[in-house]
């Protein structure tokens, strides 16, 4: 069983440009949530996705948008690229149904910004 | 409104000695009380959860939690530290109230010492 993937592993950007992270979720969920870890902090929630639209979202910025596709994977976007964008960008994958679903994560993106 | 405080942020243990990682939570709701281990270059892995009943909640590897009400915490423990234990560890907080987003503290380092 396949579990959450997540690409690319590594990208560096520098300021001013957009960047596409891209993720799979784990088989037969279908909510998919996206976090921020900065370094040496944990992670901090952006956006949730269900049914293709974005369900909750955190304290970020217009900047980053995202995308569900038919299929539950997930695009997170960011436009304007700032260096403090820098941090490892986290997918968890779980069912809807209950709020006491386990979140199961990805590896991860690692973002550096120049 | 939700946070998570993990005091300590690097703790440092034997081989073979008790582990105590502190978690305290601040929630407006009844809360759903999460610890995940996030290993070097890794994504995140669930612990344990604490959602409804029992108080004392057995995780993986050995891990328990117990989920304390009158202190609002969630303190992590484990009864002998092994190498493979070494690892940052998060505590996370939900409800069904805010949807099942996570609120994460900012990580505790376990050192294990040989």
């Known amino acids: 069983d396949a579990g959450v993937t997540q690409s690319p592993t590594h990208l560096i950007k520098t300021r001013g440009q957009q960047v596409t992270l891209r993720c799979s979720p784990k088989?037969?969920?279908?909510?998919v949530s996206w976090y921020q870890q900065a370094l040496g902090q944990g992670p901090q929630f952006i956006f949730q996705?269900?049914?293709?639209?974005?369900?909750q979202r955190g304290n970020f910025p217009d900047r980053f948008s995202g995308h569900q596709f038919p299929n539950y994977s997930s695009e997170l976007n960011v436009n304007a690229l700032l260096l403090g964008d820098s941090a490892l960008y986290l997918c968890?994958?779980?069912?809807?149904?209950?709020?006491?679903?386990?979140?199961?994560f990805g590896p991860g993106t690692r973002l550096t910004v120049l | 409104a939700q946070s998570v405080t993990q005091l300590g942020s690097h703790v440092s243990v034997s081989e073979g000695a008790l582990v105590l990682l502190r978690c305290n939570y601040s929630?407006?709701?009844?809360?759903?009380l999460f610890w995940y281990v996030q290993y070097p270059n890794q994504g995140l892995q669930l612990l344990l959860k604490?959602?409804?009943?029992?108080?004392l909640v057995k995780g993986i590897n050995g891990f328990e939690a117990e989920f304390k009400k009158s202190e609002t915490s969630f303190h992590l423990t484990k009864p002998s530290a092994h190498m493979s234990d070494a690892a940052e560890y998060f505590c996370?907080?939900?409800?069904?109230?805010?949807?099942?987003?996570?609120?994460f503290g900012a990580g505790t380092i376990l050192r294990v010492k040989s």
């Open positions: 968890a994958s779980s069912l809807p149904a209950s709020f006491t679903d386990t979140q199961y």
């Open positions: 088989s037969g969920h279908d909510t």
């Open positions: 996705y269900y049914e293709e639209e974005e369900r």
């Open positions: 929630s407006s709701v009844p809360p759903y």
């Open positions: 604490y959602t409804t009943g029992a108080t």
């Open positions: 996370a907080v939900s409800s069904m109230e805010y949807g099942n987003k996570l609120v």
